[in-house]
T-cell receptor, first 113, second 116 residues
Framework: QKEVEQNSGPLSVPEGAIASLNCTYS??????FFWYRQYSGKSPELIMSIYSNGDKEDGRFTAQLNKASQYVSLLIRDSQPSDSATYLC?????????????FGTGTKLQVIP | GAVVSQHPSRVICKSGTSVKIECRSLDFQATTMFWYRQFPKQSLMLMATSNEGSKATYEQGVEKDKFLINHASLTLSTLTVTSAHPEDSSFYIC????????????FGPGTRLTVT
């Protein structure tokens, strides 16, 4: 079982719709969770971090964490064509200190105009 | 804030030569820097982790004598690909962690290496 699992997609949504990206992780002690956006040929860009159960909202993005289910998701409201990218889920076992972050393989999102 | 730069952005070299890639944190001091490699349509692969002033920790399967990492200061880490071969052609990305209490990583723009 992979440590961090994501559906590779592509996930296609129409412009203006809500895109829902999901990620599961295997290590129960994981404490820190991140979503990165990576455009083709570019490096990843940190867009959201979440540490506690529940929802965290930032603009059109909402991260949702459920540690009991070992599940983290990213919702993108009012999806735009510029949101088309690969979204990487990343998990860190601790909330502080040096630890290696584990990345999922990413979900490719396509927003159709 | 939290800007990471890489140089060069793109390099083409001949097989057998060495290439140095620089990674700099521009507006913060990076206690830890990471080097990744990404092949087309594949995920990030962590190559090594370096802490300022100490030897890098390499991931399993990564040759430390081939991929030399130096983290001489809190704002600069370098990756040298020695005796490069065409199979080393890839997208090399560094990232930096701002402080001990910060776990998010900020990525540099990446370096596209092509070995001919």
């Amino acid at each position: 079982q992979k440590e961090v699992e994501q559906n590779s997609g592509p996930l296609s949504v129409p412009e203006g719709a809500i895109a829902s990206l999901n990620c599961t992780y295997s290590d129960r002690v994981s404490q820190s969770f991140f979503w990165y956006r990576q455009y083709s040929g570019k490096s990843p860009e940190l867009i959201m971090s979440i540490y506690s159960n529940g929802d965290k909202e930032d603009g059109r993005f909402t991260a949702q964490l459920n540690k009991a289910s070992q599940y983290v998701s990213l919702l993108i409201r009012d999806s735009q064509p510029s949101d088309s990218a690969t979204y990487l889920c990343a998990v860190n076992p601790y909330s502080g200190g040096y630890q290696k972050v584990t990345f999922g393989t990413g979900t490719k999102l396509q927003v159709i105009p | 804030g939290a800007v990471v730069s890489q140089h060069p952005s793109r390099v083409i070299c001949k097989s057998g030569t060495s290439v140095k890639i620089e990674c700099r944190s521009l507006d913060f001091q990076a206690t830890t820097m990471f080097w990744y490699r990404q092949f087309p349509k594949q995920s990030l692969m962590l190559m090594a982790t370096s802490n300022e002033g100490s030897k890098a920790t390499y991931e399993q399967g990564v040759e430390k004598d081939k991929f030399l990492i130096n983290h001489a200061s809190l704002t600069l880490s370098t990756l040298t690909v020695t005796s490069a071969h065409p199979e080393d052609s890839s997208f090399y990305i560094c990232s930096a962690r701002a402080s001990v209490g910060e776990v998010g990583q900020y990525f540099g723009p990446g370096t596209r290496l092509t070995v001919t």
